[in-house]
């Protein structure tokens, strides 16, 4: 009678564990450190949630932690913005994708796992590992040149609008 509730109890913890866990709250984090880069590097940046909140600021390159969580069976989505002198130079919109680890929920984590415990801590998604965000120019994209001249080659209206230093 012992040996009988004994592996009754055994086989109720291992089955009972089984059901309650969750594949990839297990194996991953819902938030991950990640490298802001920008081309070219050294410029500002900020990091708005889907909300329009400014959760992080800094200078490229820089590693923050991210959310993947955006709520329940919501992936959590932010915009980085890249400044020059305060003016946006470059944005990129990122959402977090899904936990390759999620579908472990099918053979460990069951359904318990797949449909309450992985989408409500956030764990079921996963953000990049980087973010590079590519800049456009704020000067004129058509070459600079540099012509020195003799002010006896210039002309009378050129002459006329030199500003003595």
């Given amino acids: 009678m012992f040996v009988t509730s004994s592996r009754l109890l055994i086989s109720a913890t291992l089955s009972g564990t089984l059901l309650l866990s969750s ?24 990091i708005t949630d889907a909300s329009g909140t400014e959760i992080s600021k800094g200078t490229t390159p820089q590693t923050v932690s991210l959310s993947a969580r955006g709520g329940y069976f919501k992936p959590a989505k932010y915009t980085v913005r890249v400044k020059r002198g305060g ?64 002010i006896d080659s210039l002309t009378p209206a050129q002459r006329a609008q030199l500003v003595r230093l």
């Avoid at 709250?25 to 500002?44: F, H, N, T, Y």
């Avoid at 994708?97 to 989408?119: A, K, Q, S």
Wanted: net charge positive.
């Fill in 87 to 150: 003016k946006v130079i470059g944005t990129h919109q990122v959402t977090a994708g899904i936990n390759g680890w999620y579908f472990g929920n099918i053979l460990i984590g069951g359904l318990i796992g797949m449909v309450i415990v992985d989408p409500l801590t956030g764990a079921m998604y996963r953000m990049p590992e980087s973010i590079t965000v590519e800049t456009h120019s704020l000067a004129s994209q058509q070459p600079r040149t540099l012509t020195v001249a003799s």
């Fill in 23 to 46: 594949c990839a709250s297990i194996v991953s984090r819902a938030s991950r450190d990640v490298q802001i880069q920008s081309v070219p590097s050294g410029l500002a940046f900020s």
